[in-house]
């Protein structure tokens, strides 16, 4: 079945950088696009980041642009996102997501805080 597995976040200082990594398994990775979603506290979960098969496209929300990069290693079936000049605004819980066959598949998420 098909399971994402979200790491790397944690408390990070305003300006400071985390990488968060998506494990992925029981579909083939490198024939999908993959998605960041996040959900902050007491809002809809929005789309971050996606990035296509190959990894040669990838398109972001306005208010990330220029601060994240989202990657993958098909090798590895592992996907990223490299989040720089962290803001307050950035806190919230990030998940990966995959559409399978027309269902979604989500990850458990990890919280990503970002405060002095």
């Known amino acids: 079945q098909v399971q994402l597995v979200e790491s790397g976040g944690g408390l990070v200082q305003p300006g400071g950088s985390l990488r968060l990594s998506c494990a992925a398994s029981?579909?083939?990775?490198?024939?999908?696009?993959m998605n960041w979603y996040r959900q902050a506290p007491g809002k809809e979960r929005s789309l971050v980041a996606v990035?296509?098969?190959?990894?040669?496209?990838?398109n972001y929300v306005d208010s990330v642009k220029g601060r994240f990069i989202i990657s993958r290693d098909n090798a590895k079936n592992t996907m990223y996102l490299q989040m720089n000049s962290l803001k307050p605004e950035d806190t919230a819980v990030y998940y990966c997501?995959?559409?399978?066959?027309?269902?979604?598949?989500w990850g458990q998420g990890t919280q990503v805080t970002v405060s002095s």
């Open positions: 997501n995959v559409f399978v066959r027309g269902s979604a598949y």
């Open positions: 029981g579909f083939t990775f490198s024939s999908y696009a």
């Open positions: 990035i296509l098969r190959d990894g040669g496209r990838t």
